[in-house]
């Protein structure tokens, strides 16, 4: 923990912060005024010491790694999914692990590996605790395991080497994203990948949830970064191998690329690494039409121009973030040069002949190189916005409002039928469940072949019923992503949350999952609940 601030121990980031109470006032002033929500009243959270934290129901291994103190258990509970942070507000840590492993090597992790075989004790490694999917929670164990460990390899964190000729670098896996862009800055290098999470995540827990990076095209995934991975599993230590490309067989980094903690415990990895690029170019698009925007989008996608910002918003998704007036769609575009060179100006001026074509607009003009307008434009404003959104979050879960996020990939030619079915759907499951609420829609990520839709709902919560209201909305998208055959996560992982649809989305394969499951970890110690 940062020395002169304070981690929240129920929500994101630091205390801080989280907004005054000027920034609440006029949340909650927009939200009755604009959205029309009913009165909405601030709770604050409860004290640290008032929480409630079950004893520990085991015993300490002994380790001088492992520690039972009640503040690292209550930090260890959650995740930032928007069920962690309502049962976080409510002071309830019931769910908290008996011990919190921090190993500083893989010896260590090996010995508490073997330890929890024999005791049967559950494993749940915790990367950055930033899971908005259940992915580190390990009260969901049960009564079948004699206790539950959350593991923590923050104590992990070095850049161990980096090999300049190659552009790679071996990095630790307790390596948080900051701590791998300072590392990498003195050889002129960055890792370029850059969750929402990004402060306060792992690379460990970015390579074992597929975590998707800022790009819109081409480094869209961490996995576009990982040469080879090395994981400490319960039956031993695997390797693959650090070469650029491999035609042998399957591809093994794959059985550690998303494996969410449920194989083994990943420690360390060769990854990709790239200059700062030298060129930047970037505009912003309004469009009055949301399908010619679409349109637009997937012309851009399919053009190859490989743009490193290509997000579009609906009208709905800019007025919740407050990056617009009026009632117009948004297309951010970005594009970057390793060189000095024309090429962004040219792919840059091709997108927005693109765009012209389907009647999009660029009022303020493009921006080319690292100067910054006078006044801040939309895209300016959404910047601020994305990094300030999970502070937010927090904010809504106090005024009594239900706001999460879903998200999925799709075919160009069934978005269509699929994005309507979504907003009947799911603002029908908010009438019913809250009485009103709100939905909207950006595109995160594009590719030639189907756009990454993310939407965000907002709504009025009874105070008591959230979890039960939240559930109903999140299986009714989750239901219509499946019936249209897109994936239940394009990048947030499975976690707890989406264990039911994507055991469904792997039907053909689980056979063969669980086999891989039993060879890394036969005592199935291994974060119980997710994947299986």
């Known amino acids: 923990m940062s020395e002169d601030r304070t981690r929240s121990y129920w929500g994101w980031g630091y205390v801080e912060e989280?907004?005054?109470?000027?920034?609440?006032?006029?949340?909650r002033d927009r939200l009755e005024t604009d959205f029309g929500f009913p009165a909405l009243d601030l709770v604050d959270p409860p004290d640290l010491a008032a929480v409630d934290v079950p004893e520990p129901g085991l015993d300490s291994p002994g380790f001088d790694f492992c520690?039972?103190?009640r503040r690292s258990r209550v930090h260890h509970t959650y995740g930032d999914a928007y069920r962690d942070k309502v049962?976080?507000?409510r002071g309830n840590f019931g769910p908290a692990p008996d011990v919190v492993a921090e190993p500083g090597s893989e010896d260590e992790i090996a010995d508490l590996l073997s330890w929890a075989t024999d005791e049967h004790v559950a494993v749940v490694p915790y990367g950055g605790g930033t899971s908005v999917v259940g992915g580190v929670e390990g009260g969901a164990a049960g009564g079948e395991y004699a206790g539950v460990v959350s593991l923590d390899t923050r104590g992990m964190d070095d850049i161990v080497a980096v090999d300049e000729e190659s552009r790679r670098a071996r990095i630790q896996a307790g390596v948080l994203g900051p701590q791998i862009q300072?590392?990498?800055a003195e050889y002129g290098f960055q890792l370029r990948h850059y969750p929402q999470s990004y402060e306060f995540s792992t690379l460990g827990g970015w390579i074992a949830t597929h975590a998707g990076g800022h790009f819109a095209t081409d480094y869209t995934h961490i996995d576009?970064?990982?040469e080879n991975a090395r994981m400490v599993t319960?039956?031993?230590t695997v390797e693959t191998r650090a070469v650029p490309r491999t035609a042998a067989g399957p591809k093994n980094n794959h059985f550690i690329l998303g494996s969410e903690g449920t194989l083994g415990v990943i420690t360390e990895a060769w990854m990709n690494v790239q200059p700062r690029p030298a060129g930047r170019s970037r505009a912003t698009v309004h469009f009055a039409d949301f399908e010619a925007a679409v349109a637009a989008t997937r012309e851009i996608a399919q053009a190859r121009l490989s743009p490193a910002n290509?997000?579009?918003?609906d009208s709905n998704e800019a007025a919740i973030f407050e990056v617009a007036e009026g009632d117009d769609h948004l297309l951010f575009l970005g594009f970057e040069s390793l060189r000095e060179s024309g090429s962004t100006r040219e792919n840059l001026a091709e997108a927005l002949s693109i765009c012209g074509d389907y009647g999009g607009e660029c009022p303020r003009g493009p921006i080319h190189g690292d100067r910054e307008r006078d006044k801040p434009g939309p895209e300016d404003r959404w910047r601020t916005a994305f990094i300030e959104a999970p502070y937010l979050w927090d904010a809504f879960v106090r005024l009594g409002v239900i706001f999460d996020t879903f998200e999925t990939a799709i075919p160009w030619s069934e978005f269509e039928a699929f994005h309507a079915d979504i907003y009947e759907g799911v603002t029908d499951a908010m009438d019913d469940a809250c009485g009103m609420g709100h939905l909207s829609c950006r595109f995160t990520h594009v590719y030639p072949d189907g756009p990454a839709p993310y939407y965000t709902f907002v709504a009025?919560?009874?105070?008591g019923r959230e979890l039960e209201q939240w559930r109903q909305i999140k299986e009714t998208a989750s239901d219509i992503i499946d019936d249209h055959g897109a994936t239940i996560t394009h990048h947030h992982a499975v976690g707890r949350v989406h264990q039911e649809h994507y055991a469904r989305e792997t039907a053909d394969f689980r056979e063969s999952l669980r086999a891989v499951k039993d060879a890394f970890d036969p005592a199935g110690i291994m974060n119980p609940g997710v994947l299986f």
Do not use: K
């Open 460 to 463: 009025p919560a009874e105070r």
């Open 67 to 69: 520690t039972q103190d």
């Open 182 to 184: 300072d590392g990498l």
């Open 310 to 313: 290509c997000r579009l918003l």
């Open 87 to 89: 049962r976080g507000l």
């Open 224 to 226: 576009d970064f990982v």
């Open 234 to 236: 319960p039956a031993g």
């Open 18 to 27: 989280h907004p005054d109470q000027e920034r609440i006032d006029a949340l």
